[in-house]
C-alpha cells in the first residue's frame, strides 16, 4: 500500500482547524486479503468479469477498508500511539478503484480539553479532488489537554 503525508497546516496539533492530508492508494492484494479477512466476498470487490458488468466497469475497493485509513492515521500518525477511536461516521459519496491515488483528510472541528477528545471531520478525495468519502470521527487522546 502506497501512504504518504501530503500537507499539514500550521495550526497547533492539538487546537480545532489543525489538518493533514494523506495520499494512499491500495493494491488488488490488499483488497483480496480484506475480502478474506471480513468474509465480504462480493464479487464487485474480487471479480474482473463480474465488475466488468456493473455500473463501476471494474472492481471497486470495500467500503470499510476505504475507512479504516482513517484507523491508521489516528493510531500512527496523528495524534498516534495511544489514541482511543471512539466512533466513526462514514458516508460514501463515489467508488475508491484499485491502483488509483486517493488523499485523506482529517480536520480537528473541536476539543474537549476536559475529556482529552477531539471531533474530527474525515474526508477522502479522489484525484479530480472530488470528494469520495465522508464523516466525523472522535477521537481521544492526551495531546488534547
Not at 492508494?25 to 465480504?40: I, M, P, R, T, Y
Request: aromatic share 14%.
Amino acid at each position: 500500500m502506497y501512504f504518504s503525508l501530503c500537507e499539514t497546516n500550521e495550526c497547533p496539533q492539538n487546537l480545532a482547524d489543525y489538518q493533514l492530508t494523506y495520499a494512499f492508494e491500495f493494491l488488488q492484494a490488499e483488497v483480496a486479503s480484506f475480502a478474506e479477512l471480513s468474509g465480504d466476498n462480493n464479487p464487485i470487490h474480487i471479480d474482473e468479469a463480474y465488475a466488468r458488468e456493473t455500473v463501476f466497469k471494474r472492481p471497486i475497493v470495500h467500503g470499510f477498508l476505504v475507512g479504516s485509513i482513517f484507523s491508521r492515521i489516528f493510531g500512527t500518525q496523528y495524534p498516534g500511539i495511544g489514541t482511543i477511536y471512539l466512533s466513526q461516521s462514514m458516508k460514501f459519496l463515489a467508488p475508491v478503484f484499485v491502483g488509483e491515488r486517493y488523499q485523506a483528510k482529517i480536520t480537528v472541528k473541536e476539543v474537549n480539553l476536559q475529556k482529552n477528545r477531539a471531533v474530527v471531520s474525515t474526508e477522502i478525495f479522489n484525484h479530480l479532488m472530488k470528494k469520495v468519502l465522508t464523516g466525523e470521527a472522535v477521537i481521544q487522546h492526551p495531546i488534547f489537554h
